[in-house]
């Protein structure tokens, strides 16, 4: 039972442009989000995250946006760079069970010179 | 300095066969995993250790065995290794339940690629 998703499995964008990623997720008792990016044959590296009391969390150049009335998140990367090329996981947590993140399955972003 | 750090990187090992991959974490955390991702790319915890204690541990076949010897170490031993074990396994760190922790709650290792054969 996926309780995070990730429908995009892929997304192609010019660098300068921006990126949005978008996640869904089913479990209303998430109070925590989070992004991470992998590169290949590394593991994944955090990004940026939120709390779900917020609706939003800046940190340079990306913006995680939170809608807890859509169950919504999306990720946003402006501009987009060539070294953003990776794949991002949106992942959830339910504090009380700390650690225990749920993933969904990742986006490849590909940002095209 | 690198810090999560497992080995191999890399396992070929066929069917049968018994096989360990060692974890150790150089960040001062508490709290260690072992995550897999599966063919379908979905990263799934395994187990969970908090100061050498078992915390989480989900629906997992009892071949897999972790082991924790102390808080900056966590290996997986894997029995009886079948096809559908192939996969890429993770171990990752963090600051159990601490404010700090809230900003970046796991630090992830290079990953482990099992194939079985």
């Known amino acids: 039972d996926q309780q995070v998703k990730q429908n995009s499995p892929s997304l192609s964008v010019q660098e300068g442009r921006i990126s949005i990623l978008n996640c869904d997720y089913t479990?209303?008792?998430?109070?925590?989000f989070l992004w991470y990016k992998k590169y290949p044959a590394e593991g994944p590296t955090f990004l940026i995250s939120?709390?779900?009391?917020?609706d939003k969390n800046e940190d340079g150049r990306f913006t995680v946006f939170l809608n807890k009335s859509a169950k919504h998140l999306s990720l946003h990367i402006v501009p987009s760079q060539p070294g953003d090329s990776a794949v991002y996981f949106c992942?959830?947590?339910?504090?009380?069970?700390?650690?225990?993140?749920?993933f969904g399955a990742g986006t490849q972003v590909v940002v095209t010179p | 300095d690198t810090a999560v750090s497992q080995t191999p990187k890399y396992l070929v090992t066929q069917m049968g066969n018994d096989k360990s991959i060692k974890c150790e974490q150089n960040?001062?955390?508490?709290?260690m995993y072992w995550y897999k991702q599966d063919s379908k790319k979905f990263l799934k915890i395994m187990f969970s250790?908090?100061?050498?204690?078992?915390?989480i541990n989900e629906t997992v076949p009892n071949r897999f065995s972790p082991k924790s010897p102390d808080k900056a170490h966590l290996n997986l031993h894997i029995n009886s290794l079948e096809l559908g074990d192939s996969a890429v396994y993770f171990c990752?760190?963090?600051?159990?339940?601490?404010?700090?922790?809230?900003?970046?709650?796991?630090?992830f290792g290079n990953g482990t690629r099992l194939t079985v054969t």
């Open positions: 992942a959830a947590i339910y504090r009380p069970g700390w650690g225990k993140l749920q």
């Open positions: 990752a760190s963090s600051l159990e339940g601490t404010v700090s922790s809230y900003n970046s709650p796991l630090h």
């Open positions: 939120i709390s779900s009391i917020k």
């Open positions: 960040l001062g955390h508490d709290t």
């Open positions: 250790y908090n100061n050498k204690e078992l915390i």
């Open positions: 479990n209303s008792m998430f109070d925590y």
